[in-house]
């Protein structure tokens, strides 16, 4: 391996968070996070006013890309690609949240990401998160394409 391969591959490394490092995301949940403020496309769709499970997640995201913020370089960002979530207890409105984000490792080039939420109770979900670095313009760029190429 040459000099340059070894200054290449050291500079990946530095583009990943260290192994069991944490980061938290915390809100108060306002009558929007609730599943009873999810539009209804029907008569039938009802849903319970306590915290709704896309809500969780978006907060669990925002703890992992809190993570990965550090790595980015300018015009990247990070977008999540996979959630492997149980949402185990209702949170009523005007409690707090918080999410936790434990960084696993890479599964190829994605990150691998331990969640959780919980709230005064204590635990209301649990789960696998994984996270890729994009370049903000491409990403935007290949979005416009997928719209503009549908007849």
Do not use: W
């Not at 939420?117 to 994984?130: L, W, Y």
């Amino acid at each position: 391996m040459d000099k340059r391969a070894i200054t290449q591959f050291r500079a990946e490394n530095m583009k990943e968070p260290i192994i069991d490092s944490t980061a938290t995301a915390t809100m108060l949940v306002a009558a929007e996070d609730l599943a009873s403020a999810l539009p209804q496309l029907d008569t039938e769709d009802a849903f319970p006013a306590v915290l709704a499970t896309a809500r969780m997640v978006a907060l669990m995201e925002i703890a992992s890309a809190r993570l990965l913020h550090p790595c980015l370089s300018e015009g990247e960002m990070s977008v999540g690609v996979n959630v492997e979530i149980s949402h185990s207890a209702p949170t009523p409105e005007g409690s707090n949240v918080t999410a936790t984000a434990r960084y696993l490792g890479r599964d190829g080039k994605l990150f691998v990401f331990e969640v959780s939420a919980a709230d005064p109770g204590g635990e209301v979900g649990r789960g696998r998160h994984k996270r890729a670095i994009v370049s903000a313009e491409r990403l935007q760029n290949s979005a416009l394409r997928r719209v503009s190429s549908v007849p």
